[in-house]
């Protein structure tokens, strides 16, 4: 290389770090950023699958359910998946991921600074953003998780159903309908 091919090449401040690879970091940063956003819009697109999932078998035990008093397990059985329920619609509905750059930091942003000032300090915040959304996504699917143990839980403990067809007008039955 040539002395003037070395100088043309943009350097930081104390020269320790090219400008290229600051904007190939902020690069990165803001893919795993985006990336953020297609995992949680799957987890919450997962969570809304199971919660009509569960609502069925809330329905459907409900339907089926005996005259009498349910049994222990029928009643264990339809509170986990009432709690699977409720897991799931807080993973769907719950909290959204922060934006990078917020509005608020581009209002305080000061338009006559430098472009590698204003780069770095772009980057330090979607760092931030990401560590943040790391940790609400975590969350989420810990909960979806749970449900998702809950959910299954529940049907083992839904008791199954195996009735005849009901019998026509003024005939006895040959046998109730038992768990």
Do not use: K
């Amino acid at each position: 290389m040539n002395e003037r091919n070395t100088a043309a090449q943009p350097h930081g401040e104390h020269g320790n770090a090219p400008a290229g690879s600051l904007q190939t970091i902020l690069s990165y940063a803001r893919q795993n950023y985006a990336q953020q956003f297609v995992t949680l819009e799957a987890y919450r697109a997962r969570a809304g699958s199971l919660l009509a999932f569960a609502a069925v078998l809330v329905a459907v035990s409900a339907g089926s359910a005996q005259r009498g008093a349910p049994s222990l397990s029928q009643a264990g059985g339809t509170v986990l998946v009432l709690a699977s329920s409720v897991l799931f619609l807080i993973v769907s509905l719950g909290e959204g991921l922060r934006y990078a750059p917020s509005r608020r930091t581009l209002a305080r942003s000061d338009v006559t600074a430098p472009v590698r000032e204003t780069h770095e300090r772009l980057l330090r915040g979607t760092l931030d953003v990401l560590d943040f959304n790391r940790r609400i996504l975590g969350r989420l699917r810990a909960l979806l998780f749970v449900g998702l143990l809950c959910l299954v839980a529940g049907m083992r403990l839904r008791p199954r159903f195996h009735c005849q067809p009901p019998p026509p007008f003024n005939v006895t039955p040959r046998r109730p309908c038992h768990p």
